[in-house]
């Protein structure tokens, strides 16, 4: 266990094929190390092929590789065109919405900007 401060930029270093990649995509999963909701965690891959991003806009990119919220977003697409959906369907239509609403997708456009921002 290890606290830091908010608002600081960390750093993980280390020999390849040590973890590194494997634990921070734990961490912006959130399988492991208890991170609070308020924490915002992202991962971006080294492995990215850019080519397929090349017409989009900085704030795109980021919000596509938000996977969770374009997965549930696709989801709750599919579940709303069900034209008469079943009990187990609108369950899960509910659960999906408010996974939506816990991720704050909604806000996803403004948080991406401020990231970027951030970044400089």
């Known amino acids: 266990t290890d606290y830091q401060p908010p ?42 092929d850019m080519d397929q991003y090349a017409t989009m806009q900085p704030v795109e990119v980021v919000l596509e590789a938000d996977l969770e919220r374009a997965l549930l977003l696709e989801q709750n697409k599919e579940l709303e065109a069900l034209e008469s959906p079943t009990a187990e369907q609108s369950v899960l ?28």
């Open 93 to 120: 239509l509910q659960r999906v919405i408010e996974q939506l609403a816990l991720i704050e997708a909604d806000t996803a456009p403004d948080r991406a900007l401020r990231l970027l921002t951030n970044l400089g």
């Open 7 to 48: 608002g600081g930029c960390y750093g993980l270093i280390g020999r390849n094929g040590k973890g590194k990649s494997t634990l921070l995509r734990a961490l912006a999963a959130r399988r492991i190390g208890n991170i609070p909701a308020s924490v915002t965690m992202h991962y971006v891959s080294q492995d990215v």
